[in-house]
């Protein structure tokens, strides 16, 4: 080999562990960032003229595990969806309060049971009427709070949707730019590696809302769908759309077109069937809580109203009444008609006849919504019947989900009961979803993210190799001099 060879040999090789140096330096400058992806240098032989010419830089090599991100896609999907419906349903859980609590609805509905007994075996005691009176708003009031605080949730699901459209359409128009850009510079160049990171990261940002399918397409660029087929970029970026509906009342639903679904392109896509094209993900999960989960709770606090005013509306326990009076519950001022149940629990008060700050009176209660004038002081029969009638065991509604005869204190219990059972299973739920993405996600970076101890290992190794291509310069430049003193 002739110096002149010599020097380009050690030359090439000084190039090429300087790359790796300044790769070493950054992959341990990022090793906290996880959407940063080590890199290694790859080298091949340098050939010219078929004789061996040193090394040259081929490019830069960028950690993959595509099986480990796509299993911790898949369950960060699943995660962000398990997390949302578990919020609100823990939500309602807490609108009817834990068993024993002051405002809880069954202990407000026990108390009002409480305040009857009391002013029954004393009816002459005005003291326990006026108490019995502000029991019963009491409870139309916290009926009224809880059907507000459900329609809030629903209306929160809903700017919760407009927000996620609103970022998958972002990500997907920049991982359109970001596409191009690879296919610009050429895949495997040494330029590309920092566009993927970030277009990873931009996908991520999309997974945790849908579950999606990636597919490498030529010069670098790669196409995704969601799982259940949905195209949302290959080649353009496809574009969701979605209306939010800032007011939400009870009876709007997605069937009735009074709520806006999902189009892409212009074209409507399913729903929250579980097999719908963008279910699975966080994004499904607010449809889901507002179109399915926050109504099936409103139906319950709504059949509970709806047992509520039936136990005081009847003639039997109110002989007083006529039939179609409003009984001490009303719907919204009137009596309840069995076809208006939707909604009740926002509509529910305390009938104006015995409220003294609406013009009616306390006797009321005593002796007959409807009576035309005071009755004995000493007579309990008005106020027995009422008792009665609120430890009556019914039959619930079915939307309640309870299934057993039931008073309207078990009534509000069972339905705590429920609503807080259900709360527990989604929170399970929800932390085994967590605990499995953990897991993988750690098992993800262990394969592409950046490992300190290995980076140090392999700096000594540049040393080293900066050494040897060094001293073969060192040599050459000796024997050039030696040469040159002939």
């Known amino acids: 080999m002739s110096i002149s060879a010599a020097i380009s040999n050690a030359y090439s090789g000084l190039s090429a562990v300087s790359r790796r140096a300044e790769t070493i330096s950054s992959n341990v400058a990022n ?56 919020d609100a349903i823990t939500r309602m859980a807490e609108m009817l309060g834990q068993p024993g609590d002051a405002r809880a609805l069954a ?33 139309a009031k916290s009926l009224n709070s809880i059907s507000t605080q459900t329609s809030a949730v629903r209306m929160e699901a ?78 353009a970026a496809n574009v969701l759309e979605f209306t939010p ?78 039939s179609g009076d409003a009984g001490l519950f009303t719907d919204n001022g009137a ?5 208006d149940e939707l909604g009740l629990a926002g509509r529910i008060d305390i009938n104006a006849l015995v409220d003294p700050a609406q013009g009616g009176d306390l006797w009321r209660l005593r002796d007959g919504i409807g009576a035309v004038a005071p009755g004995p002081n000493g007579d309990d029969s008005q106020l027995r019947r009422m008792l009665e009638t609120m430890t009556a065991q019914l039959a619930p509604g079915a939307a309640t989900g309870v299934i057993t005869l039931s008073s ?29 993405f953990d897991i993988l996600r750690e098992g993800e970076l262990a394969m592409v993210g950046v490992d300190s101890d290995y980076e140090m290992q392999q700096l000594l190794l540049v040393e080293q190799a900066y050494a040897a291509n060094a001293r073969v310069i060192s040599t050459a430049d000796m024997m050039m001099q030696t040469l040159l003193e002939i």
């Open 335 to 339: 009596a309840f008609l069995p076809a």
């Open 31 to 86: 090793a906290l960032n996880e959407n940063y992806t080590r890199r290694e240098v790859m080298t091949s032989e340098r050939v010219i003229g078929g004789t061996g010419s040193g090394v040259k830089v081929e490019n830069i090599f960028r950690a993959v595990d595509v099986l480990a991100t796509s299993q911790r896609r898949a369950t960060g999907a699943e995660l962000g969806n398990a997390a949302m419906k578990s």
């Open 107 to 139: 202990t407000q509905v026990l108390r009002l049971e409480n305040s009857m007994r009391a002013a029954a075996d004393a009816p002459q005691s005005e003291a326990l009427r006026s108490n019995l009176l502000s029991d019963a708003s009491g409870l």
């Open 408 to 436: 309207a204190t078990s009534l509000a219990a069972g339905i705590t009961g429920i609503v807080a059972g259900s709360a527990s299973r989604q929170e399970d739920q929800t932390a085994y979803q967590m605990g499995q």
């Open 245 to 322: 509906t800032p007011v939400i009342t009870h009876d709007m639903t997605l069937a009735s077109t009074a709520l806006s679904g999902i189009s892409i392109n212009g074209r409507p896509v399913t729903m929250g069937s579980g097999a719908g094209q963008l279910d699975g993900g966080a994004l499904a999960a607010a449809f889901e809580v507002r179109d399915v989960i926050a109504p099936e709770f409103n139906g319950r606090i709504d059949a509970m109203a709806r047992d509520i005013v039936d136990r005081f509306q009847s003639p039997a326990v109110d002989p007083s009444l006529a």
């Open 158 to 235: 809903d700017a919760t949707i407009a927000r996620n459209v609103q970022t998958v359409n972002s990500a997907l128009k920049e991982i359109e730019a970001v596409n191009t850009e690879i296919r610009i510079r050429g895949a495997g160049s040494n330029d590309t590696a920092a566009l993927m990171d970030e277009r990873a990261r931009l996908i991520d940002k999309i997974s945790d809302l849908i579950p999606i399918r990636q597919i490498s397409r030529d010069k670098g660029e790669i196409a995704l769908y969601s799982q259940n087929g949905a195209a949302l970029i290959d080649g």
